[in-house]
């Protein structure tokens, strides 16, 4: 008897809130050691950077399909290009998420804690 092979099928794709929940739960794994008030404390934090990671995604995303230049037209005749408002925007949100990770890695348990390479070298 012959079998028919499984197909596998691809699960359905997530929503934003269900990828930033996803991203915040992960965040949070990261934190589990942490001190029960802490984690009160920063949890705003922990779910700022989860949105932050996906709209950055989001923005890259942009970024590849338009490019990081767009036309404009200032007045009757002045015309140019500049920098997209996606890639400003992924600039700026960069630093910030940069900014809210630093303080949550600066939080986790040193027991948990890997230094990068790069943390390594800066060290010696």
């Not at 700022?48 to 490019?67: P, R, T």
């Not at 990770?101 to 943390?119: E, H």
Request: net charge positive; charged share 35%.
């Amino acid at each position: 008897m012959a079998t028919t092979p499984k197909r596998k099928t691809t699960p359905p794709e997530l929503t934003k809130e269900q990828r930033v929940d996803k991203e915040y739960r992960r965040i949070k794994s990261v934190l589990r050691d942490l001190d029960a008030n802490k984690k009160k404390t920063v949890d705003s934090l922990m779910r700022n950077a989860a949105f932050m990671s996906i709209c950055l995604v989001e923005l890259q995303e942009e970024i590849n399909e338009k490019g990081f230049t767009e036309e404009y037209k200032n007045g009757k005749e002045q015309w140019g290009t500049k920098q997209s408002e996606a890639v400003k925007t992924h600039i700026a949100m960069t630093r910030n998420h940069a900014a809210i990770m630093k303080i949550l890695a600066d939080l986790t348990p040193a027991a948990r804690a890997q230094k990068t390479p790069l943390q390594k070298l800066m060290e010696s």
